[in-house]
T-cell receptor
Framework: AQTVTQSQPEMSVQEAETVTLSCTYD???????LFWYKQPPSRQMILVIR??????QNATENRFSVNFQKAAKSFSLKISDSQLGDAAMYFC???????????????FGQGTILTVHP | NAGVTQTPKFQVLKTGQSMTLQCAQD?????MSWYRQDPGMGLRLIHY???????DQGEVPNGYNVSRSTTEDFPLRLLSAAPSQTSVYFC?????????????FGQGTRLTVV
């Protein structure tokens, strides 16, 4: 079974600085997706960024980028120019891309609470 | 576009009571899932569905039932609530392939069983 581990229960960053959240996963598969979701106090789950395992290029969305190391099974999220609105719980998630039932199942990490100091 | 709509947002139940959490999506997604979120454990899959009439168990299915009679709706039933079912519940929908394959989530239901 796949597992996802976020080893940092809490992180903090100063406004305008850069922070990196860590995620490692364990899988024997080669075709999968990885996601970072943000959960602010409103509880809403918001997609931050997505990475397809077969794409070597690291995904980027504005101030958010990932460092995807497939061989090391590592998927870290870098937030540049941190803003107060970035404060939230961040979840790393894995989804197998093998068709059929795999499409409906996400495996999540434990989450990292990010605090942004003004 | 409403996306994924979950009701209710909050609920308090007594031990032994039953209830249904409602979930509806208007994106014509094939795949729908229920997760529970507990502190320090992330989100864990309870049940999922790959289409109308087809459901299967996830990681933590005990005490919950689901059915999927239409593409749009995927209710979660608690048969006899227990304090261990106190949690935040999320419904999600997704499509399998193509662009935007990520899961879209409802706003969650905070359930307390006393």
């Amino acid at each position: 079974a796949q597992t996802v581990t976020q080893s940092q229960p809490e992180m903090s960053v100063q406004e305008a600085e850069t922070v990196t959240l860590s995620c490692t996963y364990d899988t024997s598969e080669s075709d999968y997706y990885l996601f970072w979701y943000k959960q602010p106090p409103s509880r809403q789950m918001i997609l931050v960024i997505r990475q397809e395992a077969y794409k070597q290029q690291n995904a980027t969305e504005n101030r958010f980028s990932v460092n995807f190391q497939k061989a090391a099974k590592s998927f870290s999220l870098k937030i540049s120019d941190s803003q107060l609105g970035d404060a939230a719980m961040y979840f790393c998630a894995y989804r197998l891309n093998a068709g059929g039932t795999s499409y409906g199942k996400l495996t999540f990490g434990q989450g990292t609470i990010l605090t942004v100091h003004p | 576009n409403a996306g994924v709509t979950q009701t209710p947002k909050f609920q308090v139940l007594k031990t032994g009571q039953s209830m249904t959490l409602q979930c509806a999506q208007d994106m014509n997604h094939e795949y729908m899932s229920w997760y529970r979120q507990d502190p320090g454990m992330g989100l864990r899959l309870i049940h999922y569905s790959v289409g109308a009439g087809i459901t299967d168990q996830g990681e933590v299915p005990n005490g919950y039932n689901v059915s999927r009679s239409t593409t749009e709706d995927f209710p979660l039933r608690l048969l006899s609530a227990a304090p261990s079912q106190t949690s935040v519940y999320f419904c999600a929908s997704s499509k399998g392939t193509g662009a935007r394959t990520e899961a879209f989530f409802g706003q969650g239901t905070r359930l307390t069983v006393v």
